[in-house]
């Protein structure tokens, strides 16, 4: 063995396609979080939180063998029992799991809610990479077209909250009903055959199989074919005519706009009624940023009872890069000790602060101009400055930092237990940041 002190150990590059995360990207994401957190309370969703490895059956009995996802995307491994494990690809499989094996019917209709880490073994590019995030909203056991309704609801006030809906257009279709859907499907079927010389090869595969994803294929080559295409609108029963009309009343009941688009399908047998997607121009061809619909079936082709379902997500990456600006993390004070006996001071008087509920921060060492400079970095609001002077008169000095005015303040009062976060902030601003305190 080599015993040079100077060789260096190889560090382990990143798996292709994942992702680390500080500054502007991950502040985006946390961003997004956030806001998805607040309003999935706002519409009453509970949190639920669900593996992020299953059985790998989970996903290719509910996804279908024929899917892009289960064919060549997923992330499947033996585990040391020698059982098909896989990382989860999406969130519906799993809920939809977690909703069998835990009995969860009792709470039906059950709205939740999720966020997390997908993995799918894709080509990494813009917009699109090998462990990607989620946030996730269902409704099980309804079969209301209000719960349809009240998801896109979430959806849109979601995007504007984000103030990313700009640009972004809701389109909407309807699969119809098992009946329904049967009809269209010959007929697709029908149209096809007697045009198949003109379909792709990956279109022709799919003849047998999925014939309704045909209808949304992104090969210039179909597309003649696949536009000229009957919609379902001649094959949808009364019902089911009923049931999109419902769902289209309440979005515009609740003033969201939408748009039809009769060549949006989901594949596979259990999708019924409405199929939905966002879409936006600004993405390049990664154009889908929250996508769902209805899967009637989904639960019973799982092995539970049969059970409505109906549920969307949304790329957590894709909306961050959709965001106007960068939210900054808000930081109010900056503590600036100067001298030891100062430094105790000033980790008592800043615990205080943040237990009030103020956002502190303090340098873990400096001199007072070091810490000065960085206090005008951090883009704080004000410096809180404790000395010597300080310290013998029972006072700090609140530095607003944009204006350079400053002030004393009388410590025992800012300390006092009994202050919370808004009367603190006016004893310490008051004055000095040109606020009118009074008016509040
Ligand atoms: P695409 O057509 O872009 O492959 P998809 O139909 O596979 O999307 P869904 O399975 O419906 O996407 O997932 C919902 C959302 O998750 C997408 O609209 C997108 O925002 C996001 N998403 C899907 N795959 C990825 C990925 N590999 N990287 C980043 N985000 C992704
Ligand atoms: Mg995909």
Redesign the pocket.
Known sequence: MSKDKSAKIPTPQPVRGTQDMLGDFADRFAHVVETFERVRRLYGYKRVEVPVIEPTAVFARSLGETT??VSK?MYSFEDRGGESITLRPEFTAGIARAYITNGWQQFAPLKVATHGPLF?Y?RPQKGRYRQFHQLDAEVLGSDSPLADAELLVFADQLLKDLGISEGVTLTLNTLGDADSREAWRAALVEHFMSHRGDLSEDSLARLDKNPLRILDSKDPRDRPVADSAPDIDAYLTGEAQDFFGAVTSGLDAAGVAWQRNARLVRGLDYYRHTAFEFVTDRLGAQGTVLGGGRYDGLIEALGGPPTPAVGWAAGIERLGMLLESTPQDFLEFVLVPVGGEAEMLCLELQATLRRKGLSCDMGFRGNLKKRMQRADASGAVAAIIIGEDEMREGEITVRHLASGQQARRNLAEIRDARAGATYTRKLLLEGIDGNNWSAE
């Open positions: 892009d996802v995307e799918r894709e």
